[in-house]
């Protein structure tokens, strides 16, 4: 395989994520961070968390957070409360619509890649995170921060 070959299947990746990014987004009218977060919620206790909670399971950053929660809460998804026991802290609660769009959400293509990749054996596994490490030391790109979420914008 020559290098041009490489660079064609990274495009494909790269492509892919980018529809996949664009369906989501023309189905449910939200981004993959946004469901991702809903989905987050729903799995919590009283499908509510802390914005740090968020923040460390998407692996993003305060202000992208931010946003986030903003864009979700201006559509009615989620709505902003005060923790009953200390007013100081917010916490993001789920709504009931959206609760309806995640349960009405496709499957995503970081699923179905999440399930197959736990699914191979541990030597196989260990050859893919091997050959990945070696293309993000090629490419450089080793020392950027990247959430394991991904996105279309990440690619823009």
């Known amino acids: 395989m020559n290098s041009i070959e490489i660079l064609i299947k990274l495009r494909r990746i790269v492509r ?3 529809l996949e990014s664009k369906r989501v987004d023309k189905e449910l009218g939200v981004s993959i961070p946004q469901l991702l977060c ?12 802390n914005s740090s ?4 399971f998407l692996n993003l950053n305060a202000s ?11 559509k009615n998804l989620v709505v902003k409360l005060p923790k009953v026991t200390d007013k100081r802290i917010t916490l993001i609660s789920l709504t009931a619509k959206g609760m309806a769009l995640i349960q009405n959400a496709p499957i995503t293509f970081q699923q179905k890649l999440s399930e197959k990749l736990q699914a191979l054996p541990p030597e196989k596994l260990k050859t893919i995170v091997d050959g990945m490490d070696m ?10 921060d990247a959430s394991p979420i991904i996105t279309s914008e990440e690619f823009i």
């Open 53 to 56: 909670k968020l923040k460390g």
């Open 64 to 74: 992208t957070i931010t946003g986030i929660i903003a864009r979700l809460e201006k």
């Open 38 to 49: 809903l989905q987050f919620l729903a799995e919590q206790e009283d499908y509510r968390a």
């Open 16 to 18: 892919s994520i980018n």
């Open 135 to 144: 293309l993000t030391e090629l490419m450089e790109v080793d020392e950027i």
